[in-house]
C-alpha cells in the first residue's frame, strides 16, 4: 500500500516523532485547501515508503496544528523541513520534484 511509511505529526507527537527521532525526520506542512500541497502529496509519499528505515517521513495539517506549524515560522506551504537529532538542517519551501527531494535527503544521509 502506497504511504504505508507515512506518518501524521501532530502537537502531541511531535516531541517523540521529530525532536527526538534517531534519524533524519521529513516534515511535509501542508493544507487540504493547498493546490502545491495535494501535488506534493503523492511526491512525499513515495519517499516515505522508499526510505523506509533510513528517514522517518510525515506530514503536519497546518490548519489543525497551527501552534507547531507557528513555532517553525510556516508562512507559506508547502514548506518541507528536515531534522536531525532535533535540528533543522534544511527547509524548502513550493513544490520540488521527487528528484531534487531524493538528492536532498541522500546529500543528508
Known sequence: MAGANLKTFTAQNWESEVL???ELV????????????????????????????????????????S????????????????FKNGQIVEKIIGFRSKNDLAKLLDAKL
Open 26 to 65: 521529513l516534515v511535509d506542512f501542508w493544507a487540504a485547501w493547498c493546490g502545491p500541497c495535494r501535488m506534493i502529496g503523492p511526491v512525499v509519499e513515495e519517499l516515505a515508503d522508499e526510505y523506509a528505515g533510513k528517514v522517518s517521513v510525515g506530514k503536519l495539517n497546518v490548519d489543525e496544528e
Open 20 to 22: 527526538n527521532a534517531n
Open 67 to 82: 501552534e507547531v506549524a507557528s513555532k517553525y515560522g510556516i508562512m507559506s506551504i508547502p514548506t518541507l523541513i528536515l
